[in-house]
């Protein structure tokens, strides 16, 4: 299994980066996808994704750190997703109008910077989207080349299909495991199994029955996929394949890497 969204460079696991990969082996999770949040986090990224050879990397700057980060950098992303072949995306970007950490002018000006490197690049993109459908898509029409997966989708079921409808993926997280959740599991039921991921976000958003354990980690990944296993009434081993198939076609990261 491949989890396809995890910051294995935030130090709550990047201090005990051995015991997480052991333990996410054990649990039969065996590839990941480190994301960026900002360029000096993809350099980190990217050095992690080099020593490793089942993890993958993106470089990117995430809306929320968009008032830090000086949009002048945003070329450099250039540099790095070329200079090492172990990155297979940019972002994670996009909008987030929830917290209102960074203007939304910044956001957007951010966002479409980070868009034209991918364009150049031409590598996909990973998408945060909080309560912001309606400009992250109206902004993307621009990029009409450039793949997306709206990653952690938390949505409702409209704004599924409007993004299923655009021809991008979703990426679903500890968030549909939820007591509450049985809206975000009606879009599961919906989206197809060859448009979406099984993902973590760790350290954030431990996936029920672990919801005691603060500080999510790649192993738990699997309680995603036997909620999505659940709900579309297959086996886990289904769910195992076809988003791993998904994965490997859309970050072309191919099983031999």
């Not at 912001?132 to 997306?148: Q, R, S």
Request: charged share 25%.
């Amino acid at each position: 299994m491949i989890d396809t969204h995890c910051h294995l460079t935030d130090p709550r696991l990047g201090s005990e980066l051995g015991g997480v990969l052991k333990r996410a082996s054990a649990a039969g999770v065996r590839r990941f996808i480190t994301i960026s949040t900002t360029i000096d986090d993809a350099v980190a990224c990217i050095a992690l994704a080099d020593r490793h050879e089942n993890i993958a990397c993106s470089v990117g700057v995430h809306p929320n750190h968009a008032y830090q980060e000086d949009v002048t950098r945003i070329p450099e992303m250039v540099g790095l997703s070329q200079g090492s072949d172990n990155v297979v995306a940019l972002g994670e970007m996009g909008l987030d109008y929830h917290y209102g950490l960074a203007h939304k002018r910044i956001q957007r000006e951010t966002f479409e910077a980070q868009l034209q490197v991918a364009a150049v690049v031409k590598l996909p993109v990973v998408i945060h989207c909080r309560e912001a459908v309606d400009d992250t898509l109206a902004i993307l029409k621009g990029f009409p080349a450039v793949e997306c997966v709206f990653h952690c989708f938390t949505g409702t079921a409209e704004e599924a299909h409007r993004i299923l409808n655009a021809g991008y993926m979703l990426g679903f997280t500890g968030a549909i495991t939820f007591k509450k959740s049985d809206e975000l599991r009606d879009v599961v039921r919906l989206t197809p199994s060859d448009r979406m991921f099984v993902e973590t976000d760790a350290p954030y958003l431990t996936p029920e029955p672990m919801r005691k354990q603060k500080i999510n980690e790649p192993a738990l990944v699997v309680h995603v996929a036997e909620t999505v296993a659940a709900v579309k009434g297959v086996t886990v081993e289904a769910v195992d394949r076809f988003t791993t198939e998904n994965a490997q076609r859309f970050f072309r990261w191919a099983s031999s890497r």
